[in-house]
């Protein structure tokens, strides 16, 4: 089986613009979570998809958002990106039954300049 | 709110030796925990979980305990190699969906 996949692996951007990650979660897992790492404040739950439908929420800005679709890949948006925002984005999958570990993707790491 | 704690940020262990990491939890009592690996410049991986009705969990040289009287988990590596060196993570499921709170994690070295 193929592991979780995101593109890009590594993004420049500049203050104000935004950005677009993508996740593509194992066959067959329906809940998708994004986690955003820094070293200051190590893993940071964004939120996460189960079935389209957003299940939990992290406490971050409105800027970020997400959605999940139909084949249960998943996408994350930064809008007006701030030099704080420049993280290793991580998405996660997992069957979504509960107390199911979660298999990472290789991560994103935005640069915001 | 949940919160996890990692006592140390950074263990250094020779090799052979075992590597004991702690996580401790407040505010509230978690079903289970899992720890994770995590190598520089890559995602996590799941290493065991152990629930709350289990003293102990074992996986090749790897050992989980959760004590919740202590409200406590202990991560043990024997016979640890410097291919053990990465940081270690605990995490909780928090309320039945994917979302995992995260230690800040413990950065282990084992040298030859």
């Known amino acids: 089986k193929a592991g979780v996949t995101q593109t890009p692996r590594y993004l420049i951007k500049t203050r104000g613009q935004q950005v677009t990650l993508s996740c593509s979660p194992i066959?067959?897992?329906?809940?998708v979570s994004w986690y955003q790492q820094t070293p200051g404040q190590g893993l940071q739950f964004l939120f996460e998809y189960f079935s389209e439908t957003q299940r939990n929420k992290g406490n971050f800005p409105g800027r970020f958002s997400g959605r999940q679709f139909s084949n249960s890949r998943s996408e994350m948006n930064v809008s007006t990106l701030e030099l704080g925002d420049s993280a290793l984005y991580l998405c996660?999958?997992?069957?979504?039954?509960?107390?199911?570990?979660?298999?990472f993707g290789p991560g994103t790491r935005l640069t915001v300049l | 709110s949940q919160k996890i704690e990692q006592n140390s940020e950074a263990l250094n262990i020779q090799e052979g030796k075992t590597a004991t990491l702690t996580c401790n939890y407040t505010n509230y009592s978690p079903a289970y925990l899992q720890w994770y690996r995590q190598d520089p410049g890559r995602g996590p991986v799941f290493l065991l979980l152990?629930?709350?009705?289990?003293k102990e969990k074992r996986k090749e040289r790897l050992k989980v305990t959760f004590d919740t009287t202590l409200k406590q988990s202990l991560f043990h590596i024997t016979a640890s190699q410097p291919a053990d060196s990465a940081t270690y993570l605990c995490?909780?499921?928090?309320?039945?969906?994917?979302?995992?709170?995260f230690g800040q994690g413990t950065e282990l070295s084992v040298k030859p």
């Open positions: 995490a909780q499921l928090y309320n039945q969906g994917g979302k995992l709170i």
């Open positions: 152990i629930r709350e009705n289990e």
């Open positions: 066959s067959g897992h329906r809940s």
């Open positions: 996660a999958s997992s069957p979504g039954q509960g107390s199911d570990e979660q298999f």
